[in-house]
């Protein structure tokens, strides 16, 4: 059973920065964050293959979110900047056994426990 456990969310004032960690308890996996408001449903951020060598960003996060990995910790990173009131939600953590990550939810087995982000305008 793959673990995962994120941290790094809070309160920050808008245009300002946060850094979300997440450490895998199992290597060799594609890893995305995924993000859920308040009575929407939950969306894709980022992702990154097993070896780092490939991301991918939802249009609403490039050039502002990066995401990043360290295979010798099993942790991923997403460096989120210039953040808005729009960012402000849960920040899920996802692994699956595959390659390259997927957009969609339902292809990620293993979760995180989410982590709050909160923008204030």
């Known amino acids: 059973q793959v673990q995962l456990l994120e941290s790094g969310g809070g309160l920050v004032l808008a245009g300002g920065s946060l850094r979300l960690s997440c450490t895998a308890s199992?290597?060799?996996?594609?890893m995305g964050w995924f993000r859920q408001a308040p009575g929407k449903e939950r969306e894709f951020v980022a992702g990154?293959?097993?070896?780092?060598?490939?991301?991918y960003y939802a249009d609403s996060v490039k050039g502002r979110f990066t995401i990043s990995r360290d295979n010798a910790k099993n942790t991923v990173y997403l460096q989120m900047n210039r953040l808005n009131p729009e960012d402000t939600a849960v920040y899920y953590c996802?692994?699956?056994?595959?390659?390259?990550?997927?957009?969609?939810?339902?292809?990620?087995?293993?979760w995180g426990q989410g982590t709050q982000v909160t923008v204030s305008s």
């Open positions: 996802a692994a699956a056994h595959q390659v390259v990550p997927g957009m969609d939810p339902y292809e990620y087995p293993y």
């Open positions: 199992f290597s060799s996996l594609a």
């Open positions: 990154v293959s097993w070896n780092g060598s490939n991301t």
